[in-house]
């Protein structure tokens, strides 16, 4: 009760020192809540962007795809490289690589393989949503105790049972996180590469009212993605402190 | 009557420096009901061989019989293995814990939790049921490792040094609660221990292997009936003798790690 007035006491008086210094300097430039609440009300309203709800169910439905893709290659190549020893260590350093490069670089020629539309977004989350979830997988299933494995073989447990009973439950909080984190970057890659270029999604309209100087919409936007963001996140860790609970 | 006959094995590791002779022309066999201990010093292949009569290891030469039949491979209904290490899945209840090799076998769910619940007594962890490994002591969790391999009611039950990680009182205590499980069930057992105490007085025979590469030395009986005066004049001739025998294998085996 005490931390949530002192959090609540700490938001005030930010919101409060906002409003001062952007009147204080340029009301325009730095956006105070007072011009920015109505802003974000104008929004929801759809008073502003009327189409709003096609472009965020554009972003929403990019980044689903892109993290479904992201899921499913990560989690393919993490088990091939983690389960077969020639294809790991073959494969494994290239992946290292790769990963070590700033993947912003590669989203220009992805936008010229893919185009300006959808494609190249999903492309670009998919990149980032993809090396997390593979290199989870890798680390988990360094961490299954070899032990376990030994047990179940002496059980008479085949290769396809000790995956689904010694190895999955064993790496799953490790396998949680980075399919959180998976989620995480998809988000961003697809909202990034709408900002770098596009003409439609919630990234498209940041950018359209930023070009605008409509710097009240502007922020207003930014806050409403935040919040579809946070959400994702908030089901993703509850998820993680479920599959932590299971594994310890 | 023969159950298991150990036919000159042998067993070769290639390590970084070199191939390493584990095993060599090891030969044994055990009778149905016998409790057999294998004694020998550290990295004499004791676990090795252990590994072979339960399939996980296969032999570079020779073969094992179980019931006239050699072994290709882990056979759960023949030969259920207790590792020193317990290897207890952490996600899993101890009831869960003792069902797993019932749920390989594909036993239906209720019946496979009777079957579990029923040992929680003879295993002393009555109240125990849905908790998890962590909130148990030692003992108790390799109680349920062996509980575990008791569950699949196989007529081999095969011990790694099963008590090697725990205190000497606690090993005691489980010793003498696994000779009455052993009693009681008449499995045979092989025990793999570098315990002169646990050997002496569990055991009806012992096999003291040799240091690398590890062969049977010599095979000591011990005619006594249960639960032994560890003081008793024979078990301390025995016990000399025991110690004569391992003595020399062991200073061998510490002056070549």
Known sequence: MKTALARLGLLAALVLAWEGAARAGSPLLYVPPSSAL???RDLLLLRSYPDLPSHLLLTVREIAIAYALSVGAGLAVGFALGLYRTVGRAYGPILAALYAVPSVVWYPSLMLFFGLDAASKIAFGFLLGFFPITLAVLAGIRQVNPQLVTVARAFGARPLTIFLKVLVPGMLFTLVGGLRTGLALSVIGVIVGEVLGSKAGMGALINH???LLRTADYVALVVLTLAVIAASDVAASLLERRAQRWTE | MTLIAIEGVARRYQTASGAVDALRDVSLSVDAGEF????GPSGCGKSTLLGMLGGLVVPDAGRILIAGRPVAGPDPRTVATVFQDPGLFPWRTVVENLEFGLELQGVARAERRRAATELLGP???RGFAPKYPRELSGGMRQRVAIGRALAIDTPIVLMDEPFGALDEQTR???GEWLLEIWRRTRKTVIFVTHSLHEALALSGRVAVMTARPGRIKSVLELP???????????IVALRAKLWHEIREESARAMAGS
Do not use: D, F, Q, V
């Open chain 2, 172 to 174: 005691m205590l489980m």
């Open chain 1, 209 to 211: 009212a930023y070009g």
């Open chain 2, 123 to 125: 295993l002393g962890l």
């Open chain 1, 38 to 40: 109505p802003a974000l």
């Open chain 2, 36 to 39: 057999c201990t294998i004694i």
């Open chain 2, 224 to 234: 006594m009936p249960y639960p032994r005066a560890m003081e008793s004049p024979e």
